[in-house]
């Protein structure tokens, strides 16, 4: 496996085979998922946890409010059950089986009960034998026997009893609450039954009803639906539960219907053979829920946008920064390598330069005294033709003896004698040497020199040098017709500049980026060769003086060099050196 | 006129003495001497010359201490530094020691004959 090139993350950091422009991608990327990882990983926990404990907060609502209306619906149904147990027992505790088999009296006695207790459908008295003996009510019951029914049994062996749901004789779904006594003559057991319907209890329940109530409805322990249901069916219907409480406590739990959860809330209903079954929203299908959710939602949504829009701003802005610190110190280094670049050349020059110099006088002595031998002899055979030769020899050894002079004052760049310049006057000085060579050519040399321009510190011979060569090379670059703009101005409180621009062939890019490399000429091949150390010099002195030079050109329109130094200043350092 | 006496001092005796020659050419009494102790044995053999041309780098005693000799001997004689090997500040210290003159070789016959009368009407 090797290292993946292709922008691997945090690259930017150290990515040192990738491209400047896709390491500081990279750099930015990096930033960015830093950053957004910072800021919206403890968003996101903290939502989360908020999220979670809220939910807990209103499941645990949920069921306390399934347990409360179940506790509610329950107490309702009792109280009901128990005020009519406590009316029917007051009856047959009043009255004889005589008495009440009288149906007159039982009319009586039913119609003052059925002002008090709805629902109640008829009252019947049934001896032990099972014979109903007396009969109020809508149906033809009178003298039904009940010897087979459970109910009847069951109502027997108790003092008061409240049956399941069925549907008996009538063939209608109702229950009874019955109470059963001894006859004081006969000793013989009787009943007192009342009949109550199935919508009475459905009344009842249906009290219980809240906005977050699924269903509720009553079952007995078989499995048999004693009231309607909302999703279940009626009464008599079957019904599945799948727990159920022990004695009295209320048992709650969650099932599914279909996709949404509730709960399920189930207590028995003492003195009965009834079960209540409550079915109550579930915390997520509230609407406090949804809400919530909402607000979550948008929350966060504005969070994240928010944090992710500084996020990518802040990466940007510091990704553009890091890459200007670093253009900035590849900047400074490279001027720095440049300068020791010409340290070091400028020191070799110089020994070389040195070295050179003994020969070449020996060799220019030596031709000379040739010379003046030869020229003294009058008979001197080939006498035209050797003093040609040496007066080549002569010119070589100056040509020479020029370079290694160049040579030595490239390396003795550094030597300054510091005093306040007036550039403007510079500039006139450097122009009276070279008006008769642009005349000639028919090159203008057109002048826009700020006034009153403040005085740099600088070596005034060297400053002559600078735009000697700046200018001497505008005007071999024109060669003939053309035009030279010299511009001087202030720049601002700390800095003069001038520019120099000419109207010559320009300079291609791949050239430009080498012309103040020492020894690099575009003059090789011309009839006033160069060394290539003019601009490398020139470079080295406006640097030494602590200003800076700059070249732009365009192949085709020209070239111009902008020369910008520190404006002298009371109190600037260098005070203490010799000045005008 | 009087013609000038030259003392040339170079450890490139090559270069001195052809220097000397066609300085004698020129109706110069020019001699050439290798270094700082034929100079001095020169000017004690009660050989005074009026300008002496003086190389600055040479092995054993330098230019400069040279310079300071010749000046102890005869503060009168015009010195002119003529080196391969110049540098400002050689050519400062030289100056404040009565150094005449400062040339770079190589230089030409003429210029240097100029020079060369202008120390020695001083």
Redesign the interface.
């Known amino acids: 496996m090797s290292d993946n090139p292709k922008c691997p993350l945090f690259c930017g950091m150290s990515g040192k085979d990738l491209s400047p422009r896709a390491r500081y991608r990279c750099m930015r990327n990096s930033l960015l998922i830093v950053m957004l990882a910072i800021t919206l990983i403890p968003l996101s926990i903290t939502s989360g946890l908020n999220f979670i404990q809220y939910q807990q907060l209103l499941r645990e609502d949920s069921q306390a409010n399934a347990r409360w209306n179940a506790e509610s619906a329950r107490a309702t149904i009792s109280a009901y059950l128990e005020k009519l147990q406590a009316a029917i027992t007051v009856v047959i505790d009043s009255y004889t089986f005589e008495d009440l088999s009288d149906p007159q009296r039982l009319d009586q006695v039913f119609k003052r009960l059925k002002k008090e207790h709805q629902g109640l459908v008829d009252l019947s008295v049934i001896g032990q034998d099972g014979i109903q003996s007396a009969y109020i009510g809508p149906y033809q019951l009178a003298g039904k026997d009940y010897s087979d029914s459970l109910w009847f049994h069951k109502a027997l062996s108790r003092r008061i009893y409240v049956s399941e749901v069925i549907t008996g004789f009538r063939n209608v779904p109702h229950f009874v609450v019955a109470t059963c006594k001894k006859d004081m003559h006969s000793g013989k057991y009787w009943i007192l039954r009342a009949s109550i319907d199935t919508e009475t209890l459905d009344h009842f329940l249906s009290l219980a009803e809240t906005e977050a109530l699924e269903d509720i409805f009553l079952i007995n322990d078989s499995g048999k639906l004693q009231s309607s249901s909302r999703y279940h069916g009626v009464a008599m219907d079957d019904f599945q539960l799948t727990r159920k409480p022990k004695q009295n406590d209320i048992l709650i739990f969650e099932e599914m219907r279909g996709d949404s959860s509730f709960y399920r809330a189930v207590s028995r209903i003492q003195n009965t053979p009834w079960l209540l079954v409550l079915d109550q929203q579930g915390a997520e299908a509230r609407k406090i829920w949804q809400v919530f959710k909402g607000r979550l939602f948008l929350t966060l949504t504005l969070c994240f946008l928010a944090s992710g829009g500084m996020v990518v701003w802040l990466s940007r802005f510091l990704a553009g920064k890091f890459r200007e610190a670093d253009e900035t110190r590849d900047a400074i280094l490279s001027e720095t390598e440049h300068s020791n670049k010409l340290a070091s050349i400028g020191r070799l020059a110089a020994g070389v330069?040195?070295?050179?110099?003994?020969p070449?006088?020996?060799?220019?002595?030596?031709a000379?005294?040739m010379q003046?031998?030869v020229g003294?002899d009058q008979d001197f055979r080939h006498k035209e033709k050797f003093l040609d030769q040496l007066g080549s020899l002569q010119n070589a050894?100056?040509r020479a003896?020029t370079i290694t002079?160049r040579l030595?004052g490239f390396a003795?760049r550094m030597?300054t004698s510091l005093t306040l310049v007036q550039l403007n006057e510079i500039i006139q000085e450097v122009l009276s040497f070279l008006e008769k060579d642009a005349a000639y050519r028919n090159i203008h040399v057109i002048l826009q020199l700020q006034e009153n321009l403040p005085v740099i510190r600088a070596d005034h011979g060297q400053l002559q040098q600078v735009f000697l060569n700046v200018i001497n090379n505008a005007i071999d670059a024109i060669r003939n017709d053309g035009e030279i703009h010299i511009t001087s101005r202030r720049e601002n409180h700390k800095t003069v500049m001038v520019a120099i621009s000419d109207t010559g062939p320009g300079i291609a890019p791949e050239v430009l980026k080498h012309i103040f490399d020492p020894f690099f000429t575009t003059k090789a091949n011309e009839e006033k060769k160069g060394t290539g150390l003019g601009l490398s010099i020139t470079y080295g002195i406006v640097q030494k003086m602590g200003g800076r030079i700059e070249v732009s050109s365009e192949v085709g329109v020209g070239t111009t060099f902008i020369i910008s130094f520190p404006v002298y200043s009371e109190g600037s350092e260098g005070q203490h050196d010799e000045h005008a | 006129m009087s013609t000038r006496r030259i003392l040339i001092v170079d450890d490139?005796l090559?270069?001195g003495t052809?220097?000397a020659?066609?300085l004698a050419?020129r109706g110069f009494t020019a001699k050439a001497v290798g270094g700082a102790q034929e100079a001095v044995a020169a000017l004690a053999a009660d050989w005074r010359p009026d300008v002496v041309l003086l190389d600055l780098?040479m092995p054993g005693v330098d230019g400069l201490a040279t310079l300071d000799l010749i000046k102890q001997h005869d503060p009168k004689i015009q010195v002119i530094i003529l080196?391969?090997?110049?540098?400002?500040e050689s050519g400062i210290i030289g100056m404040q020691r009565g150094l005449f003159d400062y040339i770079?070789?190589?230089?030409?016959?003429g210029e240097l004959i100029v020079r060369i009368n202008e120390a020695g009407a001083q």
Do not use: Q, W
């Open positions: 330069a040195h070295e050179i110099n003994n070449l006088a020996i060799i220019g002595e030596k000379g005294l003046d031998l003294m050894v100056v003896r002079h030595l003795r030597e | 490139e090559d270069f052809t220097l020659e066609r050419l780098m080196t391969g090997h110049g540098s400002t770079m070789k190589p230089v030409d016959i």
